[in-house]
């Protein structure tokens, strides 16, 4: 009997279910497919590189699949306490008959038993299917084999999607039943007649909290977006809090204020249906206060973590060409001193290291250059800005180290390793020098030393500026902008007892990429014993570093793929959230309001300003909070990208149109359901 | 002048092997100007009747004119314009938009005509006053009386000066204070301004305001009373004689 009752409400009231269950099954689907991605890959011919990116990648998604899980049991416990406030009539019958709350808490657990399962089963088939769709992702992002790609299934993925669901149901259940036991028959059977009390705020003390919102939130946009240079952690964490308690606020405020100015505008608000619309806007938003906030709020970390996580990466892809212009480099540097006087003895570089063991460069490179790099222990970073002040300096942002020492290069080397890397040339006379620097944090101050033609002293030597800006480049292999100023001086220049590096860069005598990755190992291997073995003939302090295209070319795609699915899943989850919560909203709206549309359809409304009026109501119902969520997004973005700058990342007009894509799917997914489920459901009588 | 024609009218419900006649066969006529009240005990089709004036719900067979003109052919914008220029409702329940103030509740129904700001204006203003309810009008219904909700609901009615107001047991859900009061305005509005109206009732005190009362019993016309020249006292002692004929088995009583 309970069964039976208990299928047929489902079947029943699948009008706002619909909703519920097909956010659960995106979830649930969403969940999967995130979590199958390292069962995915596994079928795919990747680097090992790539691999340990995938495995870390899979710990990652884990992790957040822990939140993303909170997420999504914080919205099903929302959504199946909200269905339920729809039936309280139903229990309410059920009680006059004599029904327990034990029973109808049972006709509950039935039913989100029935629900649960079924949604758990479409959702993973749709999320198996879906999985295909992100190892198509992988393959472009890991620049995998496709021969070698077949349909997978991931057990430990349904097993970790099914556990985490039954876990989320459980709750639920328990929600309900404690939810039923606090029923009271009073007021179930009179819980619709109850005629809404519709909350009106003073229009006055809109406006007034409406200003101290707006100010307020200037203010925290100002610190994070304009001021950005004297950001401390207090100050992030109070612009944060600004923002999201004057995000409450305006949604509190912002309907009585915006009704008042609209009803000032009489020839407007006494137009049509307008008076109806508005009202019903206003009261619908002033009810839903506090969903609205968190959905702005989640509107915004979306539009941020995934604009942010495509600039990365495409920044990163775009970045890797022109940064790596060699197969690999590697750089060596000796120096031995007297034990007793701790004077400096000798300085080894590479050349010795080829001498003395059987490390040669001719075994792995067709082609290579050397260059060196110096210092000079009186010519610091602070030297050369000395001109400019603190706040100046400051908005080097994080760059503030000035007793760093800065990095000198000859000119010759630097010629012959442009040439090398197909790059322009330089000329200085004897007294010249010149900046190489692509760091973007860092170019505009340089600049602004440069620009009135500050002259060094370096060596001894006084030298200035050939150009009254920096050259925009790097020596070494990256993937990103990271150059903070290299200064290039007439070969006379450096002294070299002050050389710090000792560097070769070249390409390899393989072609193929197979062929390049053994190279690549074999390298590293024999580099490590030639420094092991010539540190056992010439102890003393020895520096070396070493650095493959691939190496960079796998890290970067790797971290760049992390950054994507992380700003992907937890992007996605948050937009189904939002758009589910305002769907639910807005169709339980529209099932309290059919007596109202009944009414204004009897005194002759046209089904078509009905129609109209609805649209308008949902449109504005969801452009509320993403209009803000955007404003928010423009002012975080512009503190992101300056972060990003500071991680060498260029370019988001690409970024935020796939973005803006993803929320128009989905977002808009939900809005389109949103009406014309509405449309359906106040029309039947 | 004959306003309303109702001719062999008949509302079936149901399929063939189970058919409930809601109206059985009748006609009459409504001339401009007069206050009828529709008598019947629940379930006796008086409230089928009025919706099926109204084109809420359509007929089974036969006509009804209004001015001449057979509504139960209309279609489409045709009814919605019908209803937004001809008719005014007037409900049990009041049905204000709980969302709206008394103002715009009101201004809900010229609004919706493409009437300007200032015409509106002009024209809830004079209503309000008619009916006594221009301190209400910034009120919201929850902070309003049952009668003073039902005056604006009224307001609403008559603001479009409609030939037809339609009032569906409008005192239902009113004390007996409040009852009088707005069946004094209807009677008000009947005689100042010539307002003509239909109320479905099944209450006597209510149906003695009218000028002409038709009892009707099982979805025909059972019997008619006008009230001529009597007193309202006078008027509705008849009535309640027919109420006690309808109320019992009719075949038993006669």
Known sequence: MLFKMSLRNIRNSMKDYAIYFFTLIIGVSIFYAFNAIGGQAATLKLSSGSMDIIDLLKTMLSGVSVFVAVVLGLLIIYASRFLMKRRHKEFAIYMTLGMGKGKISAILLTETIFIGLGSLGIGLLVGIGLSQLMSALVISLFEADLSAYKLVVSGRAIVLTIIFFVVMYLVVMLFNSVAVTKLKLIDLLYSEKKSERIKIRKPLVCILIFIIAVSALGYAYYMVAFDYKTLTTQKITLSIALGGISTFLIFFSVSGMLHRIIMSMKKVYYKGLNTFTFRQVTSKVNTMVFSMTVICLMLFVTICALSSAFSIRNSMNKNLKELCPADAEFKFLSKTYNEDTDELIKIYDLEDLFKETDFKPENYFEDYREYKLYVDQNFTVGNFLSLLDSKELASAGYFQATNILETIMKLSDYNTLMEFYGKETLTLSDNEYAVLCNYDNMLPIRNRALEPGTEITVFGRTLKPKYDYCIEGQVELSSQRLNTGIFIVPDSVPDESEVVYDCITGNYTAKTKEEKMAVDAALLEDFKKAREDFYSINPGDTYFSYNTRSDVYDSTVGLGAIITFLGLYIGVTFLIACGAILALNGLSDCVDSTGRYEMIRKIGVEEESITRSLLAQTEIFFLLPLLLAIIHSYFGMRFSSFVLNSMGTRGTTTSILITSLIILIIYGGYFLITFFTGKRIIRNK | ?254
């Open chain 2, 1 to 254: 002048m004959e306003l309303l024609k109702v001719e062999q009218i008949e509302k079936y419900y149901g399929n063939k092997s189970s058919l409930t006649k809601a109206i059985d066969d009748i006609s009459f006529k409504v001339e401009q100007g007069e206050f009828v009240a529709i008598m019947g005990a629940s379930g006796s089709g008086k409230t089928t009747l009025l919706n099926c004036i109204s084109t809420i719900d359509k007929v089974s067979a036969g006509h009804i004119y209004l001015e001449g003109k057979d509504v139960t052919k209309l279609k489409g914008k045709d009814l919605y314009k019908f209803r937004r220029d001809k008719l005014g409702f007037i409900f049990q329940d009041f049905n204000l938009l709980d969302t709206l103030t008394a103002y715009e509740n009101i201004s809900l129904a010229l609004s919706i005509q493409k009437k300007s700001y200032a015409e509106v204006d002009a024209a809830v203003k004079s209503v309000a006053s008619q009916l006594g309810i221009t301190d209400v009008l910034d009120k919201y219904p929850y902070q309003m009386s049952g009668g003073q909700k039902q005056r604006v609901a009224s307001a609403r009615a008559i603001i479009t000066d409609p030939c037809l107001i339609l009032a569906d047991e409008p005192t239902g859900a009113l004390d007996s204070k409040s009852s009088k009061m707005l069946l004094e305005r209807f009677n008000y509005l009947n005689r100042e301004y010539a307002a003509t109206i239909m109320m479905v009732t099944h209450d006597s005190f209510s149906a003695s305001y009218a000028g002409r009362v038709i009892f009707i019993k099982d979805g025909k016309i059972f019997h008619e009373l006008s009230r001529g020249t009597d007193t309202r006292k006078d008027f509705f002692n008849k009535i309640i004689d027919v109420v006690t004929l309808l109320g019992g088995d009719v075949n038993d009583a006669l």
